[in-house]
């Protein structure tokens, strides 16, 4: 079960660093159809490592001066202020309400992404205003929503790059560098109450790093945008449609 799982984790990763999103969205439900404790290990784990996928993520996608690291600064420090905000409020509320919201958010960023696959890539990146009003406002939001779902928020805060104007490579990156940020923040609001068999952390986190590097590498260099946007949002909707089949059976 240990090897499948780590196995498991490298793919998620792998894609998810192409994206600059973590994975967290897809670490949340694998780990809860694998039985564990939603607010004990699941959101904690799936924090960290979301974190970390980013995180090694910006090395390749850094050298590649795709990171836009004055911009996405702002959004940056406003995530950090919304993620353990969201930790905090997590334990609030039932696991059921906690799935739903889940399933409701990666829905709408789902059909969002598929939305712009076919426009055209933009000639340059978006004002600083329009970076620091819409940008920081939604990074916060995204930053309380990770938090408290244990996500990192990248999957509102990716389509927000796409829709004020980041071509989808800076837009990949910058989000990876603001996710980094959210990550470890929420992750920290959820240390208290953390119970992760020390196995399961060594298989996952080695699985995460190295799956990192590669697919931010291969992001970078090979990657099309229509092909990342298109993936994205398919990608999403099937993690949404999986996770609304409780409610609706």
């Given at each position: 079960?240990?090897?499948?799982?780590?196995?498991?984790?490298?793919?998620?990763?792998?894609?998810?660093?192409?994206l600059?999103?973590?994975?967290?969205?897809?670490y949340?439900?694998?780990?809860?159809?694998l039985?564990?404790?939603?607010?004990?290990?699941?959101?904690?784990l799936?924090l960290?490592?979301?974190?970390?996928?980013?995180?090694?993520?910006?090395i390749?996608?850094?050298?590649?001066?795709?990171?836009?690291?004055?911009?996405?600064?702002?959004?940056?420090?406003?995530?950090?202020?919304?993620?353990?905000?969201?930790?905090?409020?997590?334990?609030?509320?039932?696991?059921r309400?906690?799935?739903?919201?889940?399933?409701?958010?990666?829905?709408?960023?789902?059909?969002?992404?598929?939305?712009?696959v076919?426009?055209?890539?933009?000639?340059?990146?978006?004002?600083?205003?329009?970076r620091?009003?819409?940008?920081?406002l939604?990074?916060?939001?995204?930053?309380?929503?990770?938090?408290?779902?244990?996500?990192?928020?990248?999957?509102l805060?990716?389509?927000?790059?796409?829709?004020?104007?980041?071509?989808?490579k800076?837009?990949a990156?910058?989000?990876?560098?603001?996710?980094?940020?959210?990550?470890?923040?929420?992750?920290?609001?959820?240390?208290g109450?953390?119970?992760?068999n020390?196995?399961?952390?060594?298989?996952?986190?080695?699985?995460?790093?190295?799956?990192?590097?590669?697919?931010?590498?291969?992001?970078?260099?090979?990657?099309?945008p229509?092909?990342?946007?298109?993936l994205?949002?398919?990608l999403?909707l099937?993690?949404?449609?999986?996770?609304?089949?409780p409610?609706?059976?």
């Amino acid at each position: 079960m240990m090897a499948g799982t780590g196995i498991l984790i490298f793919v998620v990763s792998f894609l998810f660093a192409m994206l600059g999103l973590g994975g967290g969205m897809l670490y949340v439900p694998i780990f809860h159809w694998l039985d564990f404790s939603l607010k004990n290990v699941v959101i904690p784990l799936a924090l960290l490592l979301n974190g970390l996928n980013t995180l090694f993520a910006l090395i390749p996608y850094g050298r590649r001066h795709l990171v836009d690291w004055k911009g996405g600064l702002p959004m940056a420090l406003s995530a950090l202020i919304g993620a353990p905000l969201g930790a905090v409020v997590a334990p609030l509320l039932p696991d059921r309400v906690l799935l739903l919201i889940f399933a409701v958010l990666v829905a709408l960023a789902g059909v969002r992404t598929l939305s712009i696959v076919k426009n055209p890539e933009p000639s340059q990146n978006p004002s600083p205003w329009r970076r620091m009003l819409w940008g920081s406002l939604i990074s916060g939001l995204a930053g309380f929503l990770g938090g408290m779902l244990g996500i990192g928020g990248g999957f509102l805060i990716s389509p927000l790059l796409l829709w004020i104007g980041y071509r989808t490579k800076e837009a990949a990156a910058t989000t990876a560098y603001i996710v980094t940020f959210s990550s470890f923040s929420g992750f920290l609001g959820h240390v208290g109450h953390m119970v992760i068999n020390p196995a399961l952390l060594m298989v996952t986190v080695g699985a995460v790093i190295v799956a990192s590097l590669l697919g931010s590498t291969f992001m970078a260099q090979k990657a099309k945008p229509q092909w990342v946007k298109t993936l994205y949002g398919v990608l999403l909707l099937g993690i949404a449609i999986k996770l609304f089949m409780p409610f609706v059976v």
